[in-house]
């Protein structure tokens, strides 16, 4: 509410005064009450003339040669107690090789600019708000892709093996379809991510060696490496044996340790983000929060099916541990994807001073 009021009330006052002098324009201001500007606009030039203190009276373009284009401005208007005036020009009416100065009185001769100069620069590369909205690309899709679809994938992996047990897809058992696609779409979405941030910085390396701030190296440095190796993953099960096959172990664990590297990497990234870069990530303490509920959330769940499938329990236990299993999973899955919403609203809502 306070910043829309502080706009509004820029865009209100902004109105009520003399224009601002833009790239495309020549500005001169002989005195505080007095203001003239010429805007060109491809090959039409637009003078707009106030003076807050007397009427302005016929103003003058000059050239070097003894070009003189005179602009009648006469009585002018009154706008909110300001003498204006107002009036459209063509570029063909002044030899574009000479220097014009703006003449509004015997005394009060601007300094003499070019045409030329009045042509602004052609764009180079994505806008600063352009780059801020691929900025937030990278976090929004940095969130689903670490905070919601990997989780899912190890939730299901380590808890989803008794469910749907007659249930196929595919002619894989439910949990290794759900875990390989999730983990798939976390992939696809930390891909897409890179690129985006990448696209943000016009391909400038801002890691190890740029120059750039501390925290944005190791940000950037955790990040890739990350994204190496969750990339990684899934290409290399691609070369697993067997399930029955005596060296199957090696993969597993092979598996699950680059799985334990690249989510720690991450997660230590996506930290520095939101205590760090505190201009998209503006609230600090809750987004920590936030990103550490999900593995928070996973540690917690193996632990306690672990300790719950120990034969110590199974032994005094009146249920089995499968009877959590199911509410667990789904509840899980759900705070996931409410904790990646909200962290994305956040982001949304960042930049904004």
Not at 6 to 24: H, I, Q, W
Not at 62 to 74: A, L, M, Y
Not at 333 to 341: K, L, N, P, S
Request: with cysteine; hydrophobic share 45%.
């Amino acid at each position: 509410m306070l910043l829309a009021g502080v706009l509004l009330l820029l865009a209100v006052s902004g109105s009520f005064s003399a224009p601002t002098c833009e790239p495309n324009s020549f500005c001169y201001n002989p005195s505080d009450s007095v203001k003239a500007t010429l805007t060109r606009n491809g090959s039409v030039l637009n003078l707009r003339i106030f003076n807050e203190n007397a009427t302005i009276g016929d103003v003058h373009l000059v050239q070097k040669d003894g070009k003189d284009v005179v602009v009648h401005c006469g009585e002018g208007s009154e706008d909110q107690g300001v003498k204006s005036c107002k009036t459209e020009l063509s570029v063909e009416q002044f030899d574009k090789n000479l220097p014009i100065s703006i003449q509004l009185s015997d005394s009060q001769k601007s300094d003499t600019f070019s045409l030329d100069s009045l042509t602004p620069p052609l764009q180079q590369g994505l806008t600063k708000d352009q780059r801020r909205q691929f900025s937030k690309a990278h976090a929004i899709l940095m969130i689903f892709g670490w905070l919601l679809f990997v989780p899912t994938g190890f939730i299901f992996m380590r808890l989803g093996k008794d469910l749907f047990v007659e249930e196929k897809i595919f002619g894989s058992p439910v949990w290794f379809q759900v875990h390989r696609a999730a983990n798939f779409m976390g992939v696809v979405c930390i891909c897409a991510s890179m690129l985006c941030i990448f696209i943000s910085q016009q391909w400038t390396w801002k890691g190890t060696g740029s120059g750039s701030k501390y925290w944005t190296e190791v940000h950037t440095d955790l990040g890739v490496i990350s994204t190496v190796l969750a990339v990684a993953q899934p290409i290399n099960s691609l070369f697993r044996c067997g399930p029955t096959h005596s060296q199957r172990y090696i993969f597993n664990w092979a598996h699950r340790m680059v799985g334990i590297i690249a989510y720690t990497l991450a997660l230590t990234a996506i930290i520095i983000a939101a205590v760090q870069f505190k201009r998209i990530w503006n609230e600090p303490l809750l987004e920590l929060v936030l990103v550490c509920l999900p593995i928070f959330i996973c540690l917690v769940a193996t632990i306690v099916f672990t300790a719950l499938e120990s034969d110590r329990f199974k032994s005094k236990a009146s249920f089995g541990p499968h009877v959590l299993k199911a509410p667990t999973v789904f509840w899980a899955t759900g705070v996931f994807f409410c904790i990646a919403v909200a962290l994305s609203l956040l982001v949304v809502n960042g930049y904004k001073s």
